[in-house]
Structures are given as C-alpha cells and as structure tokens.
C-alpha cells in the first residue's frame, strides 16, 4: 500500500518562508504523479492552490508556489501571512490511484 | 462560477445506506470529472472514488469498491456517492471536487453523514 508522508507540523514566522514537503514510500515523486496541494482553514471546506505539480489557479496567491525538489513534492509559501495558518495536505497520482498525504499543519507564530 | 452544491446533512443507522448528491453551477458538467474524499472528525482527508461525468468511468480507492458506487446524471449536472452497509467509522464529513486530467478544482462545501444507532 502506498503511503504518502508530510511534516507533522511546521511554525513559521509572519513574512517569512516555510516549505513543506510530500513523499512516497514507493520512491521519489515526479510529475508523472501529477501533485496537488489544498489548504484547509479550521471548520472549512478544503481549496485547490497548486495543480500538477506548479500550477496555480486563479484564486491562489502568488506567494504560493510548488516544485519537485530531492525526489519530493514541495509548496512554498513567502511572505507567510496571518491567514495561511492551516492545514495542508498533498495529493499523489499512481495509475489512477490517488493518495493523500496526512497533512501539516501550519502554525504562523 | 463554477460551484459545486452538496445535499444536507445525513443520520443513518449502522448497515443502512446513504446516497450523497453534488450538483455542480458554472461550467459544462461532462467536461469534467467529479472525485469524491472524506474526512473523519479530527483526522485528515482520504480519496474515495472518481467518475468521468462525460462516460460514467469510475475508479475507486481499494478501501470503497466493496460499498460504494459513484455515478453522474448530466441532465441533472449532478454527481451522486452511494455508500452501503455503513458503520460508526463512516461518520465524517464528505465532499466532491471537480477534477480534469489531473487536476483538481473547486469543492462542494461538504456533507456530514452521521452513523449511530
């Protein structure tokens, strides 16, 4: 069975930069697992920021960006603002099969 | 815009079923896909099920193609997820997002169903 992992739980400071990651046991992450990110604020519905891989949509921030990087999926955030304190969760493809990472959660202290 | 409406909440006995719906505003419902996720109270989000709303193709995660069916109506513009045979660990919050080639879009807001006796 696949396993998708993420940080547990990261704490960045107000305008500064944090990267989370998203990794397989199966082996390093590439496009051909076409990754996507979501944000979920408490007692909300989750939202799309990033698709296959480095693709935003109209309503993500700029501030937010991803890439592969070491063999991971990764989201950046700069300029972290008050309201990007969350939940993130990662998404991988495997032969239409997806899996979702278990989340990070985000403290902006 | 597009926007994906789901049906209000849900309380079922364990070993009933359930049929959540997701009807979808905005854009040409068979164009797209429509995959289904849950999330159990405190715990993080888990891929269900997938349908081509152009075909009625589904793919299912191993853990649901037992109890659960995903079907479309285009005439509609509405996804539906059938879920059989519940138990107390189906109670969580269940939603639908538009979904093409990969990639995924828009959310519904999300449908509690509620398993007790």
């Known amino acids: 069975q696949t396993v998708v992992t993420q940080e547990t739980s990261l704490t960045v400071s107000p305008g500064g930069t944090v990267t989370l990651t998203c990794a397989s046991t199966?082996?390093?992450?590439?496009?051909?697992?076409?990754p996507n990110w979501f944000q979920q604020r408490p007692g909300q519905a989750p939202r799309t920021l990033i698709y296959?891989?480095?693709n935003k949509h109209s309503w993500t921030p700029a501030r937010f960006s991803g890439s592969l990087l070491g063999g991971k999926a990764t989201l950046t955030l700069s300029g972290v603002q008050p309201e990007d304190e969350a939940d993130y969760y990662c998404?991988?493809?495997?032969?239409?099969?997806?899996?979702f990472g278990g989340g990070t959660k985000l403290t902006v202290l | 815009q597009v926007q994906l409406v789901q049906s209000g909440a849900e309380v079922q006995k364990p070993g009933a079923s359930v049929k959540v719906s997701c009807k979808a505003y905005?854009?040409?419902?068979?164009?797209?896909?429509v995959t289904w996720v849950r999330q159990a109270p405190g715990k993080g989000l888990e891929w269900m099920a997938w349908?081509?709303?152009?075909?009625?193709?589904?793919f299912y995660a191993q853990n649901f193609q037992d109890r659960v069916t995903v079907t479309t109506d285009p005439s509609t513009n509405t996804a539906y997820l059938e879920m059989r045979s519940l138990r107390s660990d189906d109670t969580a919050m269940y939603y639908c997002?538009?979904?093409?080639?990969?990639?995924?879009?828009?959310w519904g807001q999300g449908t509690l169903v509620t398993v007790s006796s």
């Open positions: 199966t082996g390093a992450v590439t496009s051909g697992n076409f």
């Open positions: 997002v538009r979904d093409y080639d990969y990639i995924c879009g828009s």
């Open positions: 905005g854009y040409t419902f068979s164009s797209y896909g």
């Open positions: 998404l991988l493809n495997f032969q239409n099969n997806w899996f």
């Open positions: 296959r891989t480095n």
């Open positions: 349908v081509n709303a152009h075909d009625g193709n589904t």
